[in-house]
């Protein structure tokens, strides 16, 4: 198992010593080994390994004070540690077995989670996004609605055309446009829905006034 060393252990001096290199004069700050180090040390039942060159490096420098250890200040208490269950498999390597069960790349349980997790998101953006009205689309149509002289009532023939009626369509503004020699011709705006109105239909229609209506022109159409 590999031991976490608890920060008490080789605790900071006060003192320091300056750096003749640097003008800067930057003091770095030294350890100090106590008892809590032997304490620590002489619980190890060797020497540490590789796989943990942290504490392997604090071993080899409490190991080089030989007998001087005893003459570390502080108790002779070992401070609190934590054991890595996980870092077991490491020691297991080490020591030559087998390093199949090592698992690196996470279990199947989880990857199952995390499927489930993406699946759930999935499924609220989905119904989420089909609660959202659908767009209506919609044009703006102006029409040249021409009469067969200058005797034709224009205002009546404004009232036949406003006469058509349908889901999806609503008339708009209207004027009258000269054209010459005394005849005028009805401009007239409309709204339409695109799935619910056809505008060869709306065309057909007010040339079924054929009374009034000599013919019908598109002016303007644009896309709402």
Not at 150 to 168: F, L, N, S, W, Y
Request: charged share 35%.
């Amino acid at each position: 198992m590999v031991m976490h060393m608890s920060p008490f252990i080789l605790t900071k001096s006060s003192t320091g010593c300056a750096q003749d290199e640097d003008d800067s004069q930057v003091k770095s700050k030294r350890f100090q080994a106590t008892q809590a180090d032997v304490s620590v040390f002489e619980s190890l039942a060797k020497s540490p390994t590789a796989a943990t060159p942290h504490l392997l490096r604090w071993y080899n420098h409490i190991n080089s004070f030989g007998d001087e250890r005893k003459k570390f200040p502080g108790e002779k208490k070992t401070p609190l540690m934590a054991f890595d269950d996980e870092a077991a498999a490491n020691d297991k390597v080490d020591d030559g077995g087998d390093d199949d069960d090592v698992d690196l790349f996470g279990s199947d349980e989880d990857d199952a989670e995390a499927a489930q997790i993406r699946e759930e998101r999935l499924k609220a953006y989905a119904e989420k996004k089909s609660k959202k009205p659908a767009m209506i689309a919609k044009s703006s149509i102006v029409l040249d609605v021409k009469p067969w002289d200058d005797e034709t009532d224009m205002k009546e023939m404004e009232a036949k055309v406003r006469t058509i009626t349908m889901d999806g369509l609503v008339w708009g503004a209207s004027k009258l446009v000269p054209v010459g020699f005394g005849i005028n011709k009805l401009q007239i705006m409309s709204v339409v829905e695109d799935e619910k109105v056809s505008v060869d239909f709306l065309i057909e229609e007010i040339q079924k006034f054929e009374h009034f209506v000599q013919s019908v022109d598109i002016v303007a159409f644009n896309k709402i």
